[in-house]
């Protein structure tokens, strides 16, 4: 299972050091930081069972970060507006 979180990393080094902590204290994660996406992603996969969103939330917060988990719903219907103009038709 994988789970993704918003973060407030945006550091390269600093995203490499709280790699090697969620390695270190959960095994059995994977993880990996997209800083290239707006939301400063980060992604943990389980390697046995679920990844523990709450556990991973309040250790990251007791090294001073900043997440939350990115739930992957749509936004609801309408909310969306289609901009005529933009590009040209061929």
């Known amino acids: 299972m ?3 979180f918003k973060t407030n ?3 390269r ?6 790699l090697n902590h969620i390695h270190h204290r959960f095994g ?3 993880a990996n930081f997209d800083l290239h996406d707006c ?3 980060l992604r943990v996969k389980s390697t046995e069972g679920t990844v523990q969103a709450a556990m991973l939330i309040s250790f ?3 090294l001073g970060c900043y997440a939350e988990v990115l739930t992957d719903e749509c936004p ?3 909310k969306f507006r289609i901009m005529q ?3 040209p038709i061929s």
């Open 60 to 62: 990251l917060h007791s």
């Open 13 to 18: 080094v600093q995203a490499n050091t709280l």
């Open 76 to 78: 609801p219907a309408g």
């Open 9 to 11: 990393i945006t550091d």
């Open 39 to 41: 939301d400063n992603i």
């Open 28 to 30: 059995n994660y994977i």
């Open 2 to 4: 994988v789970e993704v």
């Open 85 to 87: 103009g933009l590009y």
